[in-house]
């Protein structure tokens, strides 16, 4: 999928290197603005243990890859977001590809920040339930809760179940059933 945007993915790379931006701080680009957001600790380990949980549970299924950061394609009403975590579909990805057609995407978590909050629960949560994402997780650090969406419908979901950090937040991938620990830290 890089091959459709190479530019784009070039460009933000000396966008990144050449404002010197620490590795901490996550640029993103959203109708010709650019955004920072500061990846802290707590969203590192939230996404990290994600992803974790996620492919131990379907090491075994042949048919799913869970992956970090890729752009979901196509761009739509100007926006191509980047999911902190994903899970796509096995073998769609190659060694040099930084994005993912949104037909691949089964899952997407987001970590939430003091600057993307808006994004998340707003233009993101609309952007994955029209591009017809089965299940949306947020992790809201600055909360301490997380939020599962499924079943979208246009541009929007049709469930959404609140959980407390130290809940179990259980659901199904592709017909597989699996479990998230969230056993997060909050940012105080």
């Given at each position: 999928m890089s091959s459709m945007y190479p530019e784009y993915a070039q460009w933000l790379?000396?966008?990144?290197?050449?404002?010197?931006?620490?590795?901490?701080?996550k640029l993103l680009f959203d109708q010709g603005r650019l955004?920072?957001?500061p990846v802290t600790e707590a969203h590192s380990e939230a996404d990290d243990s994600i992803r974790l949980q996620l492919a131990e549970?379907?090491?075994g299924e042949a048919g799913l890859h869970v992956t970090r950061d890729k752009g979901v394609l196509p761009e739509l009403d100007g926006y191509t977001p980047e999911p902190d975590v994903l899970v796509v579909d096995a073998g769609v990805l190659g060694p040099g590809d930084a994005f993912v057609g949104q037909e691949h995407v089964h899952f997407v978590a987001e970590s939430v920040s003091r600057s993307t909050v808006g994004q998340d629960y707003g233009r993101k949560l609309?952007?994955?339930a029209a591009r017809g994402i089965a299940v949306y997780l947020i992790v809201d650090v600055l909360t301490g809760e997380c939020v599962l969406y499924r079943e979208p419908k246009g541009d929007e979901y049709t469930s959404a179940v609140p959980y407390r950090?130290?809940?179990?937040?259980?659901f199904t991938l592709a017909g597989v059933a699996v479990t998230v620990r969230t056993d997060f830290k909050r940012i105080r």
């Open positions: 790379r000396q966008v990144r290197r050449s404002m010197q931006l620490p590795k901490a701080v955004y920072m957001s549970q379907l090491a609309n952007q994955y950090f130290g809940e179990e937040v259980g």
